[in-house]
């Protein structure tokens, strides 16, 4: 068992939405955690509330150079990378390097300290799928040379280079394929449908709808999510394991339910669909409920009624 009292786990990208959440929960487990970021796209509030942790340690590092952690390392959570459409588009060729040159040193540090690897992997590998649902056996559709495929390649490379050393050096891994997750630290312009749409609608704004709006996603809570990576770091599964909630709705409803969830009147604006935007996304999760025992709990309506009192909170 990985998460056992005083495991000593580092995590990058810890400062980013998805990072900080599982950092909490590794702290409520008793773990030690080494988190690194250079802050590109984390911010520093995700942690504020950690600083002076006696199990947490912070460093401000960029992950595609060299890492270095001194003592031992149980476990090597890989989670560096811009993961919105905003931040990946705006930062191409540093999307790409933490995909290679970051897992690559990530990977590194796993051999150098016998660790368990994580890599925090996308349901975007399966690009514009011609698959749905999507199970981890389809290869996806991805177009490698339009502006999306820095991310979606980025991606598809590190779980390859994740099995290289598995195969070649022995590592320990597991890959997860997450699928759209949200809840509370999403920045509000990270360009990612819930907090786009929450702050239009708490703003009084039409929420901007890309095309007809009949585009699908499944969203999963972040708590949800998070149970999903513990319970795949603490298995014997190496994957990729699909993880998200197989609740798939499309964006016109999603927008709607987000309207509901604010108690605002805003109106709904259609604009054209970004490049290569995929018509449908929705994850087979079979294999997680039956090697993991995993699903998503959290509904919609609680989940997004959640993620509002936050940013509602914030506001304050």
Same mark, same amino acid.
């Given at each position: 068992m990985v998460l056992r009292e005083g495991a000593r786990v580092v995590v990058t990208g810890g400062a980013g939405f998805l990072g900080s959440h599982l950092i909490d929960r590794l702290l409520e487990g008793d773990c030690e955690v080494v988190c690194l970021d250079n802050l590109v796209t984390g911010d520093e509030d995700n942690l504020a509330h950690l600083l002076g942790h006696e199990r947490f340690t912070f460093v401000h590092r960029d992950v595609t150079e060299f890492?270095?952690?001194? /003592? %031992?390392?149980d476990?090597?959570?890989?989670? $560096?990378?811009? $993961?919105s459409p905003v931040d990946y588009l705006d930062l191409p060729i540093q999307t790409l390097k933490v995909g290679a040159l970051g897992t690559h040193n990530a990977l590194g540090l796993s051999l150098a300290k016998g660790a368990r690897f994580l890599l925090a992997s996308t349901s975007?590998?399966? /690009? %514009?799928?011609?698959?749905?649902?999507?199970?981890?056996?389809?290869?996806?559709h991805v177009n490698p040379v339009g502006p999306r495929g820095v991310y979606d390649e980025a991606k598809r490379y590190a779980e390859a280079l994740t099995f290289a050393y598995h195969r070649t050096h022995g590592v320990d891994v597991r890959v997860a394929r997450i699928f759209n997750t949200y809840g509370p630290r999403m920045?509000? %312009?990270d360009g990612r449908a819930v907090p786009s749409f929450i702050g239009q609608a708490l703003a009084g704004e039409p929420l901007t709808v890309h095309g007809d709006g009949t585009q699908t996603r499944s969203i999963c809570y972040v708590d949800d999510l998070i149970d999903g990576l513990c319970a795949l770091l603490d298995s014997d599964e190496? /994957?990729?394991?699909n993880l998200g909630s197989a609740h798939e709705c499309s964006i016109l409803e999603l927008a709607r339910a987000v309207?509901? $969830?604010?108690?605002?009147?805003?109106?709904?604006?259609?604009r054209p669909r970004p490049v290569d935007d995929p018509q449908v996304r929705r994850p087979d999760t079979s294999l997680a409920e039956r090697v993991l /025992?995993?699903? $998503?709990?959290?509904?919609?309506?609680?989940g997004l009624q959640r993620t509002v009192a936050w940013y509602l909170g914030r506001r304050r």
């Open positions: 890492i270095f952690v001194p /003592g %031992d390392v476990a090597v959570l890989h989670f $560096a990378s811009p $993961a975007e590998v399966y /690009g %514009d799928p011609q698959v749905h649902p999507q199970p981890e056996t389809y290869w996806g920045r509000m %312009d190496p /994957g990729p394991v309207i509901d $969830a604010c108690g605002s009147s805003s109106s709904i604006e259609h /025992g995993f699903h $998503a709990r959290t509904g919609p309506e609680e």
